[in-house]
């Protein structure tokens, strides 16, 4: 089974590169099953089915049984297929009955990834990271992690190539670069020019941490490599040695600079091009299919550790004294509700009191009944005020449970901008296709607005007055996950927010946590008193329009002009 990003893709594969290729095969073409010659989805040939699916389809995806599976392009394709699961999972699920294997290629897109040099073999190699966008490289990294590596033509030593190896003058036009660039060996300093490509490709092996080629002689037909268990091996030129702890999944990492069919020239060239644009699509292009390289676009987002630095001392559960109002994010994934409660006091100052993961399949009634105790539970006796949930997924479930606790928990959907941080509306309508006076309530959120006011609270430091608070006992994983989106401005002005981490969820949580307590008003809350008056609150009420006392609970000043 063959697996692309898109329909369209896989058609085009199907129907020009394979169908081609059948027919100037004499032993598959005469193989084809009758009436298969012009199938798109699948073909039979000497009775051995070849399908094709694409990412978009769940179905496609979970029909038929295969012997392999071949995953392509796979930083191309989403997360979850029709909330059915990941593409790699569906896939290795198709080879349960053959005990077969997936093979999954592609050029990896967005992260940040550094080199260490090994202890002892003293290679350099890409270190683990946690800072992913692209799920092809947290695959490699589950792997055995084999890089190409070449032999330097003047020092013999082997290294692997990688785009901060690519030479050119300084101050070069681009024309220069393309004439002048060379491959520099990190040994010796050496400059070989592109007429040397061809003799360390055909010299090259794949070596992963805790291996060393040891350094090549010119009349050698093969590599002598060393294992961590000290012993040498001989190893055929173009292959690897497996390593001794090694698990079923093997990996490999080939740097676009070893391509036979583009020169240095032209990565540089390409690269140059793409800096001088100040586009940072075409930058990322040229890193990724250039040199096979992660784009890191990190942009505006904080240092994790910048999170963990806005921890207070108490502890979670504990409610501190100046809290006035409480409020509860909730983001709905397949198998789990990921919620976050923060309190809230005068000036908006925060603090996160509890965060955690429901586990159960949202599509089922008992993980909502789980949810719904929150509404009973109570801080030093001060109850949850308000909880907003994401409806982007399993919006149906989302909008029973809240019909069914209408005070008190709300719909959300985010937009990339909107003309106000957040505003209200309602779903259902009358018989004469209105908009119904009393039916629920979505709210729409800006989520640039929000998510930027959570990355700048955390910018301005532990130290600041009315700040953005953690309780002592916040986990790493959850300060990740608040910086696992970064704030990218394109050069046409508008903002896109890139997953620089596998899970955002609690971003979701707290924007959604920041949206709910606007909606409760709580910049209008004063440091003297926790409750307002309810004489106060009455006059408040008064000086409203109809309009305005149509929405659920307070609204803060901009809310509704």
């Not at 169908?19 to 989805?41: C, E, F, H, P």
């Not at 009775?47 to 979970?62: D, I, K």
């Not at 785009?163 to 060996?185: G, Q």
């Not at 055929?236 to 240095?264: A, K, N």
């Amino acid at each position: 089974m063959y697996i692309g990003p898109t329909r369209k893709n896989v058609e085009s594969i199907s129907s020009d590169r394979v169908a081609k290729m059948i027919r100037n095969t004499r032993s598959l073409y005469d193989g084809l099953a009758k009436g298969q010659k012009d199938k798109i989805v699948e073909k039979f040939i000497n009775g051995v089915r070849l399908g094709f699916g694409w990412a978009g389809s769940a179905t496609e995806l979970a029909s038929h049984p295969a012997a392999k599976v071949f995953v392509d392009e796979r930083d191309r394709m989403g997360g979850d297929v029709d909330g059915e699961g990941d593409v790699n999972t569906l896939a290795d699920a198709r080879t349960a009955t053959y005990d077969g294997c997936v093979i999954t290629t592609s050029t990896p897109l967005s992260g940040h990834v550094e080199t260490e040099t090994h202890p002892v073999t003293k290679m350099e190699h890409w270190r683990m990271s946690d800072d992913l966008a692209s799920p092809t490289w947290a695959l490699w990294q589950e792997g055995s992690r084999h890089e190409w590596a070449w032999p330097c033509p003047s020092c013999h030593e082997y290294f692997t190539p990688r785009f901060k190896h690519l030479n050119w003058p300084d101050k070069s036009t681009v024309n220069e670069a393309f004439k002048k660039a060379k491959m520099a060996c990190p040994h010796c300093g050496e400059l070989h020019s592109n007429r040397k490509k061809e003799w360390m490709n055909a010299r090259g092996v794949f070596v992963a941490p805790g291996q060393k080629v040891l350094p090549h002689a010119p009349d050698d037909t093969n590599a002598t490599m060393v294992n961590d268990d000290g012993i040498e091996h001989t190893v055929m030129y173009g292959s690897y040695m497996p390593l001794s702890d090694e698990g079923p999944d093997i990996s490999f990492w080939v740097s676009g600079l070893c391509s036979p069919w583009r020169s240095y020239g032209h990565r540089a060239r390409t690269f140059l091009k793409a800096v001088q644009s100040g586009e940072p699509g075409r930058i990322q292009a040229a890193i990724n299919t250039g040199f096979g390289e992660l784009y890191n676009t990190a942009g505006d987002a904080p240092d994790w550790r910048s999170v963990e630095s806005q921890k207070m001392d108490y502890g979670a559960g504990e409610l501190p004294e100046a809290a006035q109002r409480i409020t509860m994010g909730v983001d709905v994934q397949k198998n789990r509700l990921v919620y976050s409660i923060r309190a809230w006091g005068y000036r908006k100052e925060s603090w996160k009191i509890e965060s955690g993961e429901l586990f159960g399949d949202t599509d089922k009634q008992n993980v909502w009944d789980d949810l719904a105790k929150f509404r009973e539970k109570h801080y030093s006796d001060m109850p949850i005020h308000r909880c907003f949930i994401d409806s982007g997924y399993r919006a149906e479930f989302v909008y029973a449970f809240c019909r069914k606790h209408q005070t008190w928990a709300f719909p959300t959907k985010g937009h990339d901008s909107q003309d106000k941080p957040i505003k209200a509306a309602r779903i259902d309508v009358t018989l004469a296709g209105k908009s119904s006076p009393v039916g629920l309530q979505l709210w729409h959120l800006d989520s640039d607005y929000y998510k930027s006011w959570i990355h700048t609270r955390v910018e301005w430091g532990p130290e600041i007055e009315y700040g953005w608070h953690l309780d002592r006992d916040t986990t790493e994983d959850y300060c990740k996950q608040i910086v696992a989106e970064g704030r990218t401005v394109k050069p046409s002005g508008k903002v896109v927010w890139i997953k620089l981490r596998k899970d955002n969820h609690f971003l979701d949580c707290e924007q959604l946590n920041t949206a709910c307590a606007d909606s409760l008003n709580v910049d209008q809350l004063s440091e003297k008193q926790k409750v307002e008056p309810r004489e106060e609150k009455q006059k408040i009420v008064a000086k409203r329009t109809r309009k305005q006392n149509n929405f659920l609970g307070d609204t803060s000043n901009w809310l509704n002009r």
